[in-house]
């Protein structure tokens, strides 16, 4: 178990002791804080002495936003870098804002040009590399940022939300790819600023999207001399992340934690949101309505991988929230509501349902296991056929998340709550497909390939304690379709690298939205994003044609249609099954005010206050 060892005052801190040497080391780290990098925030509105400590599940693999993908680097880098647009922290369902844009974008009448106007006077965080000048922000460095992504050389899981999208990259990406050098600098028709603060991206088909993706992370902008001159061998800037965001990385020990400190110059933002249906919105609103943001002066992330030591760290008030699961939501909530154990102390609950789907993938380029033809989709369907979602809901999630069927959750545009999978739970016919396709058992009771050649199944996951329940319950699985299954594991970064490289053979993913549309779904099994977010290397070139059309339509009842039809398609080839979408079920310290998950937003600090 980890131990945690900050505490809520700085000056607390000081007077208690550390029992060991990593509390020794945080004591001088934090000294160092106190006295130069907190002395300097008398002038912003956060207050150093309004330490906020959190967790991640999971270690963060850097905070370059081109250069990773995954959840948790993203939500630190929001601390860091800005978007165009952003999202209303109380509005449900989840409405655009602008962010460092002046406001939202001015689309033509054929939705092929999108105007967008940046604000004025946004600042880079200090860096050496501007000589001692205050860097602006500017359209400048949107386009380029946008460019970065698209830089075959960059090899950016992001790809996918700019491929194709503007008129001319393609080009421009066709020809780094022969000659191993990408042209920030030619002039291209997709992405056109007339002057500093006005961007201007022509698009090669009307995209509905497009908004919501210039409110994900990866199209933050970054400082083109940051990147060149602090960027490594693969062309990121993993450690160094200088934006124009309301935090700065003062402490990084990677895969252990962080510590983030509000700058002393960021321009903030007077809290004014307004109250929706929830009944709590309301007491949010009376708690931060007209407080200059952010009031958190410090963030302490660590990273805390088991549930029971996150747990004991909120009971020991070492966390500020902790979002339940496994075992400890089965005890701590009972009825949708908090024990009166826990209820007494004051903490109080935020529930709701993530906007994730957790899937199960196989390598579609498999030997065993993968491809079209008919005796590996059967031997696919039969495993899918022989796992039961409600079991696993009930069993390793100890029923704290929702059954899927459906490529999208619930909760995005584009969901349909009355689709039924067509791949029922049943063992026995899922040994009766197996028979079928002559995939026989052997002596040893376990069945062989249809060419006589052993079967076993390899499941990757990382070592987790859920994850390891889930490689139990798998096993489970296996055992009563006779086919041998084993186990790889590795640490969370690793597996991201290993799933990009199509080195996964079957393995479970959670994937929690990006943007509030159900493409954000369908695109993870889309054959041109391989390589980036479609882990499971799967092609199904009915899929693909499907997919593209949908990208071209708004929101409505033809757009729906197609859905159903990819969802269809993949149930077909059963090149992947969506299993469930978790319960978000985040209990937070009495002391915090002003907390509610958001679907999208993952940086509470940004939006809450301490009370002192």
Same mark, same amino acid.
């Given at each position: 178990?980890?131990?945690?060892?900050?505490?809520?005052?700085?000056?607390?801190?000081?007077?208690?002791?550390?029992?060991?040497?990593?509390?020794?080391?945080?004591?001088?780290?934090?000294?160092?804080?106190?006295?130069?990098?907190?002395?300097?925030?008398?002038?912003?509105?956060?207050?150093?002495?309004?330490?906020?400590?959190?967790?991640?599940?999971?270690?963060?693999?850097?905070?370059?936003?081109?250069?990773?993908?995954?959840?948790?680097?993203?939500?630190?880098?929001?601390?860091?870098?800005?978007?165009?647009?952003?999202?209303?922290?109380?509005?449900?369902?989840?409405?655009?804002?602008?962010?460092?844009?002046?406001?939202?974008?001015?689309?033509?009448?054929?939705?092929?040009?999108?105007?967008?106007?940046?604000?004025?006077?946004?600042?880079?965080?200090?860096?050496?590399?501007?000589?001692?000048?205050?860097?602006?922000?500017?359209?400048?460095?949107?386009?380029?940022?946008?460019?970065?992504?698209?830089?075959?050389?960059?090899?950016?899981?992001?790809?996918?939300?700019?491929?194709?999208?503007?008129?001319?990259?393609?080009?421009?990406?066709?020809? $780094?790819?022969?000659? @191993?050098?990408?042209?920030?600098?030619?002039? =291209?028709?997709? #992405? +056109?600023?007339? %002057?500093? *603060?006005?961007?201007?991206?022509?698009?090669?088909?009307?995209?509905?999207?497009?908004?919501?993706?210039?409110?994900?992370?990866?199209?933050?902008?970054?400082?083109?001399?940051?990147?060149?001159?602090?960027?490594?061998?693969?062309?990121?800037?993993?450690?160094?992340?200088?934006?124009?965001?309301?935090?700065?990385?003062?402490?990084?020990?990677?895969?252990?934690?962080?510590?983030?400190?509000?700058?002393?110059?960021?321009?903030?933002?007077?809290?004014?949101?307004?109250?929706?249906?929830?009944?709590?919105?309301?007491?949010?609103? $009376?708690?931060?309505? @007209?407080?200059?943001?952010?009031?958190?002066? =410090?963030?302490? #992330? +660590?990273?805390? %991988?088991? *549930?029971?030591?996150?747990?004991?760290?909120?009971?020991?008030?070492?966390?500020?929230?902790?979002?339940?699961?496994?075992?400890?939501?089965?005890?701590?909530?009972?009825?949708?509501?908090?024990?009166?154990?826990?209820?007494?102390?004051?903490?109080?609950?935020?529930?709701?349902?993530?906007?994730?789907?957790?899937?199960?993938?196989?390598?579609?380029?498999?030997?065993?296991?993968?491809?079209?033809?008919?005796?590996?989709?059967?031997?696919?369907?039969?495993?899918?056929?022989?796992?039961?979602?409600?079991?696993?809901?009930?069993?390793?999630?100890?029923?704290?998340?929702?059954?899927?069927?459906?490529?999208?959750?619930?909760?995005?545009?584009?969901?349909?709550?009355?689709?039924?999978?067509?791949?029922?739970?049943?063992?026995?016919?899922?040994?009766?497909?197996?028979?079928?396709?002559?995939?026989?058992?052997?002596?040893?009771?376990?069945?062989?390939?249809?060419?006589?050649?052993?079967?076993?199944?390899?499941?990757?996951?990382?070592?987790?304690?859920?994850?390891?329940?889930?490689?139990?319950?798998?096993?489970?699985?296996?055992?009563?379709?006779?086919?041998?299954?084993?186990?790889?594991?590795?640490?969370?970064?690793?597996?991201?690298?290993?799933?990009?490289?199509?080195?996964?053979?079957?393995?479970?993913?959670?994937?929690?939205?990006?943007?509030?549309?159900?493409?954000?779904?369908?695109?993870?099994?889309?054959?041109?994003?391989?390589?980036?977010?479609?882990?499971?290397?799967?092609?199904?070139?009915?899929?693909?044609?499907?997919?593209?059309?949908?990208?071209?339509?708004?929101?409505?009842?033809?757009?729906?249609?197609?859905?159903?039809?990819?969802?269809?398609?993949?149930?077909?080839?059963?090149?992947?099954?969506?299993?469930?979408?978790?319960?978000?079920?985040?209990?937070?310290?009495?002391?915090?005010?002003?907390?509610?998950?958001?679907?999208?937003?993952?940086?509470?600090?940004?939006?809450?206050?301490?009370?002192?």
């Amino acid at each position: 178990m980890r131990t945690l060892l900050l505490n809520r005052d700085l000056t607390d801190i000081k007077q208690r002791p550390f029992p060991t040497k990593i509390a020794i080391h945080t004591l001088l780290t934090l000294a160092v804080l106190t006295t130069s990098t907190l002395s300097s925030l008398a002038t912003s509105a956060a207050d150093p002495n309004k330490v906020l400590r959190t967790y991640i599940p999971a270690a963060e693999t850097g905070f370059d936003p081109v250069a990773t993908g995954d959840l948790y680097s993203s939500m630190i880098q929001t601390s860091f870098f800005e978007t165009l647009y952003s999202y209303d922290y109380l509005a449900a369902p989840a409405k655009l804002i602008p962010l460092t844009a002046a406001a939202m974008p001015e689309i033509s009448a054929d939705g092929l040009t999108y105007t967008i106007r940046i604000k004025k006077g946004i600042y880079f965080n200090d860096d050496p590399v501007f000589k001692g000048k205050k860097r602006e922000l500017s359209a400048y460095d949107y386009a380029y940022s946008f460019k970065r992504i698209l830089d075959p050389n960059l090899h950016s899981r992001s790809t996918w939300m700019l491929e194709n999208k503007f008129q001319g990259l393609s080009k421009l990406v066709d020809e $780094a790819k022969k000659t @191993g050098r990408f042209n920030y600098d030619a002039a =291209v028709a997709g #992405i +056109q600023t007339p %002057d500093r *603060y006005t961007l201007v991206l022509r698009l090669t088909q009307p995209d509905f999207n497009l908004a919501m993706m210039l409110a994900h992370t990866p199209t933050s902008a970054v400082a083109r001399e940051v990147i060149e001159k602090y960027k490594d061998n693969r062309g990121y800037v993993m450690g160094r992340p200088i934006g124009t965001g309301a935090y700065e990385l003062t402490k990084w020990v990677p895969g252990s934690r962080m510590i983030l400190t509000a700058r002393p110059d960021y321009r903030g933002y007077i809290w004014n949101f307004k109250a929706g249906a929830d009944p709590e919105d309301k007491k949010i609103v $009376a708690q931060m309505q @007209g407080k200059k943001m952010p009031q958190i002066g =410090v963030v302490d #992330i +660590q990273v805390i %991988d088991e *549930y029971q030591s996150q747990w004991l760290a909120f009971k020991q008030k070492q966390l500020d929230w902790v979002e339940l699961n496994g075992d400890i939501a089965s005890m701590v909530i009972k009825n949708g509501k908090l024990n009166a154990d826990i209820a007494k102390t004051g903490a109080y609950l935020s529930h709701s349902v993530d906007p994730e789907i957790m899937y199960t993938f196989w390598n579609g380029p498999d030997s065993v296991i993968g491809g079209t033809s008919k005796e590996k989709v059967a031997l696919r369907r039969a495993i899918a056929m022989a796992f039961s979602k409600q079991n696993y809901i009930e069993v390793v999630m100890n029923g704290n998340a929702v059954a899927a069927n459906f490529l999208a959750p619930q909760g995005v545009v584009g969901y349909d709550p009355h689709y039924k999978s067509s791949i029922p739970y049943s063992v026995p016919a899922a040994n009766l497909l197996l028979d079928q396709f002559n995939y026989k058992k052997g002596s040893d009771g376990y069945r062989r390939q249809p060419n006589g050649q052993a079967l076993t199944i390899e499941y990757t996951m990382t070592p987790r304690s859920d994850d390891l329940k889930s490689a139990e319950f798998w096993k489970r699985t296996f055992d009563q379709i006779g086919i041998r299954f084993k186990t790889q594991t590795m640490q969370f970064p690793d597996y991201l690298k290993a799933q990009k490289q199509c080195k996964v053979q079957m393995g479970m993913q959670r994937w929690i939205a990006d943007y509030p549309d159900a493409d954000n779904f369908f695109q993870l099994f889309y054959s041109k994003n391989i390589s980036s977010s479609n882990i499971g290397c799967v092609t199904i070139p009915q899929f693909d044609a499907l997919y593209e059309r949908s990208r071209s339509l708004p929101n409505g009842a033809e757009r729906d249609a197609l859905y159903q039809k990819m969802t269809r398609l993949t149930e077909a080839y059963t090149a992947i099954t969506p299993i469930l979408s978790r319960y978000n079920n985040t209990v937070v310290q009495p002391y915090v005010i002003g907390f509610k998950a958001h679907p999208i937003l993952k940086t509470p600090w940004l939006y809450v206050d301490l009370k002192k």
